[in-house]
């Protein structure tokens, strides 16, 4: 289970296109693709420039009209499907990041 507290990023061999608030994602490695509507491209937008998925999760409630707990349901499924066809990497947040001194 994917935890709100760590970050999403897009793997380096996932191409990515954005047409009229639509997407498309590519794995390069294995010609699997996964088309996102509206709703979907905006959570995957979040995700991957949100510090966390929960910072993401926030921003999703702000900007959406809907029950919190159907949102979080919505989310994970997404993210799920995304990590399990290699288009979606979830790491600890703080990982790739600098330590303060």
Request: overall charge negative; charged content about 20%.
């Amino acid at each position: 289970m994917v935890s709100f507290t760590n970050r999403a990023v897009t793997p380096a061999h996932v191409l990515v296109r954005i047409l009229d608030r639509e997407s498309v994602l590519l794995n390069l490695e294995t010609e699997q693709y996964f088309g996102l509507d509206e709703t979907g491209t905006r959570m995957w937008q979040l995700v991957t420039a949100s510090p966390n998925i929960e910072a993401a999760y926030q921003e999703l409630i702000a900007e959406f009209d809907v029950e919190p707990e159907l949102l979080r349901s919505h989310l994970m499924e997404l993210l799920t499907r995304l990590m399990e066809g290699g288009l979606l990497q979830v790491t600890p947040a703080d990982v790739g990041t600098a330590s303060a001194i």
